[in-house]
């Protein structure tokens, strides 16, 4: 499909109270997900075939931006394709609703499967002829590989199972609110690197609508992890690109709870008991850890004392992260139903899928997926002296023995990795 660009608008004051007015506009209403998510109810999309107003577009990223994601329930049309009977929106209709968000223009990297109905498909299913299986095991968030993650991401259920097949989604903004404020410190010096593509993210950034300091990990597909131990972490509002939202006030939007508003500038409630299992201890780094050497630095635009992470920190750190994501104050587990439509915020919540998503045993599951291109690049803020790509293919030299640095389609391997399957 031609990309149109970017169409959506903002809702001026960029409120939720704003966003919700005006859906009511269009008919709309919304109720909150505790902890996190919220539905809106009363848009037909098959009706205007995938294309929302602007205005609706906007008032949704708004919606997102603070909740993580929206559901649409009931849509589509009754259809038939590829012999699978039921009511949802056809293919054409998923993509033009796609292109309502972020850069108005689809970002499709994935493989195309045999009953796929277009290009910009990304079809899944707990049956391989119907769908790639075994996909998204792991909190992750869609396109990390790339410099410029995907900033949307629209699921669409096709046949709903029977039994279990849930995705789980969780707040990145609340889980980060849950760390003491020295572990949150620390996590701003760090980055990832994706071990497919070596793209480098920030672990601990402003989100780019919201200005919340949200997390980022992928735990299927990140090779290694640096630190710069030394640098000065601007504040979130220093280093925020846009106005942020203002969460709450209306009647229709209250009622989520603290731990997805989040507790201001200190730590949330219980936040040492988190950041104590979460492989942090005090906030301080540990020490011994690999340093750049001068000719990588030099060569990869690395700034003096950057270090990179271990297998011990690696392995601790990615399990905990695990465990914090799972913490039923910052995620929910959405069962789907026929015609369930979930779009999200890639940068305010991250996703997985549950086992049962991966076995027949739950009744026919398929699932079509549609990634939407940012509008920006997610690179490490400038301070922290960290290139924005750092191919794990070519790090001999770059630092010192010991350092982690996982290549390949899946990075490093925590936990019981053998028991889960493809990182995407």
Same mark, same amino acid.
């Given at each position: 499909?031609?990309?149109?660009?970017?169409?959506?608008?903002?809702?001026?004051?960029?409120?939720?109270?704003?966003?919700?007015?005006?859906l009511r506009t269009h008919g709309a209403t919304?109720?909150?997900?505790?902890?996190?998510?919220?539905?809106?109810?009363?848009?037909?999309?098959?009706?205007?075939?995938?294309?929302?107003?602007?205005?609706?577009?906007?008032?949704?990223?708004? *919606?997102? &931006? %603070?909740?993580?994601?929206?559901?649409?329930?009931? =849509?589509? +049309?009754?259809?038939?394709? /590829?012999? @699978?009977?039921?009511?949802?929106?056809?293919?054409?209709?998923?993509?033009?609703?796609?292109?309502?968000?972020?850069?108005?223009?689809?970002?499709?990297?994935?493989?195309?499967?045999?009953?796929?109905?277009?290009?910009?498909?990304?079809?899944?299913?707990?049956?391989?002829?119907?769908?790639?299986?075994?996909?998204?095991?792991?909190?992750?968030?869609?396109?990390?590989?790339?410099?410029?993650?995907?900033?949307?991401?629209?699921?669409?259920?096709?046949?709903?199972?029977?039994?279990?097949?849930?995705?789980?989604?969780?707040? *990145?903004? &609340? %889980?980060?609110?849950?760390?003491?404020?020295?572990? =949150?410190? +620390?996590?701003?010096?760090? /980055?990832? @690197?994706?071990?497919?593509?070596?793209?480098?993210?920030?672990?601990?950034?402003?989100?780019?609508?919201?200005?919340?300091?949200?997390?980022?990990?992928?735990?299927?597909?990140?090779?290694?992890?640096?630190?710069?131990?030394?640098?000065?972490?601007?504040?979130?509002?220093?280093?925020?690109?846009?106005?942020?939202?203002?969460?709450?006030?209306?009647?229709?939007?209250?009622?989520?709870?603290?731990?997805?508003?989040?507790?201001?500038?200190?730590?949330?409630?219980?936040?040492?008991?988190?950041?104590?299992?979460?492989?942090?201890?005090?906030?301080?780094?540990?020490?011994?850890?690999?340093?750049?050497?001068?000719?990588?630095?030099?060569?990869?635009? @690395?700034?003096?004392?950057?270090?990179?992470?271990?297998?011990?920190?690696?392995?601790?750190?990615?399990?905990?992260?695990?465990?914090?994501?799972?913490?039923?104050?910052?995620?929910?587990?959405?069962?789907?139903?026929?015609?369930?439509?979930?779009?999200?915020?890639?940068?305010?919540?991250?996703?997985?899928?549950?086992?049962?998503?991966?076995?027949?045993?739950?009744?026919?599951?398929?699932?079509?997926?549609t990634t939407v291109l940012s509008s920006r690049?997610?690179?490490?803020?400038?301070?922290?002296?960290?290139?924005?790509?750092?191919?794990?293919?070519?790090?001999?030299?770059?630092?010192?023995?010991?350092?982690?640095?996982?290549?390949?389609?899946?990075?490093?391997?925590?936990?019981?990795?053998?028991?889960?399957?493809?990182?995407?």
């Amino acid at each position: 499909m031609m990309p149109q660009g970017r169409t959506a608008v903002f809702p001026e004051p960029r409120t939720e109270e704003a966003a919700v007015a005006y859906l009511r506009t269009h008919g709309a209403t919304v109720q909150p997900i505790t902890p996190c998510g919220i539905e809106v109810k009363g848009l037909d999309i098959a009706a205007v075939e995938g294309t929302l107003a602007p205005e609706v577009a906007g008032a949704l990223e708004v *919606l997102m &931006a %603070a909740r993580g994601f929206v559901l649409l329930r009931k =849509q589509g +049309r009754p259809l038939n394709e /590829a012999g @699978i009977r039921g009511t949802y929106l056809s293919a054409k209709q998923q993509c033009k609703l796609s292109e309502c968000f972020g850069a108005g223009a689809l970002h499709s990297t994935h493989g195309v499967h045999p009953e796929a109905p277009m290009r910009d498909i990304f079809r899944l299913s707990n049956h391989q002829e119907h769908g790639f299986n075994s996909v998204g095991p792991e909190w992750h968030n869609d396109g990390s590989f790339c410099r410029e993650v995907f900033g949307y991401v629209v699921y669409h259920i096709i046949k709903a199972p029977e039994g279990e097949g849930d995705t789980r989604f969780a707040h *990145l903004g &609340a %889980a980060y609110d849950l760390l003491t404020p020295a572990v =949150q410190e +620390r996590l701003k010096k760090c /980055a990832s @690197i994706n071990s497919n593509s070596g793209a480098v993210h920030p672990l601990a950034s402003p989100h780019p609508v919201s200005g919340r300091t949200s997390l980022y990990l992928h735990l299927g597909m990140t090779g290694a992890m640096l630190e710069n131990p030394s640098a000065d972490a601007p504040s979130c509002e220093a280093t925020a690109g846009v106005a942020g939202v203002t969460l709450r006030e209306s009647e229709d939007v209250k009622g989520v709870g603290e731990d997805v508003k989040g507790v201001g500038a200190g730590a949330a409630p219980g936040a040492a008991a988190a950041s104590a299992g979460f492989g942090f201890g005090d906030g301080s780094t540990p020490a011994g850890l690999p340093t750049a050497t001068p000719a990588g630095a030099e060569a990869h635009g @690395i700034a003096p004392g950057v270090v990179a992470w271990r297998d011990a920190e690696m392995e601790a750190f990615f399990s905990a992260f695990s465990s914090l994501l799972d913490n039923p104050a910052v995620s929910h587990s959405h069962k789907w139903e026929e015609g369930d439509v979930v779009i999200i915020d890639n940068l305010a919540v991250a996703h997985k899928a549950t086992p049962g998503a991966h076995t027949k045993a739950a009744g026919l599951r398929i699932l079509h997926r549609t990634t939407v291109l940012s509008s920006r690049a997610f690179d490490p803020p400038p301070h922290l002296g960290m290139p924005h790509t750092l191919d794990t293919g070519e790090h001999t030299g770059v630092f010192g023995a010991g350092a982690t640095w996982a290549e390949g389609y899946v990075g490093f391997r925590w936990g019981d990795w053998g028991d889960r399957g493809t990182p995407h």
